[in-house]
């Protein structure tokens, strides 16, 4: 009898843990599919700013680059002006005029002189 007795305790059991097998335990998340889909669109959205961001300053470098290259062009451009400039009125000059007539022959003739006034 002995046996009989353990028998309906052992199926018991035997029933508990099968039902407890069976049974599937749902893992909640602490986030929503709407939730994680804001969140990436949210991510992507701060990557595609950074790299637009980025771009638009290595632009910007560039550009000002190209002007200091242009600034320094015109600098030295200026330098070759002014030189120009100086070499132009020291070569203007009235006695160094006078002394290239006399080298080709020409003379001054005080009675062909006009003098043009300003009106």
């Known amino acids: 009898m002995s046996n009989l007795a353990r028998n309906p305790q052992q199926q018991q059991q035997v029933e508990r843990k099968t039902q407890n097998m069976g049974q599937v335990k749902i893992k909640k998340s602490?986030?929503?599919?709407?939730?994680?889909?804001i969140g990436i669109a949210f991510a992507g959205m701060?990557?595609?700013g950074s790299v637009h961001l980025i771009a638009n300053q290595a632009e910007i470098y560039?550009?000002?680059?190209?002007?200091?290259?242009?600034?320094?062009q015109v600098t030295e451009q200026q330098k070759v002006n002014s030189d120009l400039a100086?070499?132009?009125?020291?070569?203007?000059?009235?006695?160094?005029?006078?002394?290239?007539?006399?080298?080709?022959?020409?003379?001054?003739n005080e009675n062909n002189v006009k003098v043009v006034q300003n009106r």
């Open 30 to 37: 602490w986030l929503t599919p709407g939730e994680k889909i």
């Open 46 to 48: 701060v990557c595609f």
């Open 62 to 72: 560039e550009i000002n680059k190209n002007i200091q290259i242009v600034e320094a």
């Open 86 to 108: 100086v070499e132009v009125s020291e070569l203007s000059t009235y006695e160094r005029i006078w002394e290239k007539a006399k080298n080709m022959g020409l003379a001054l």
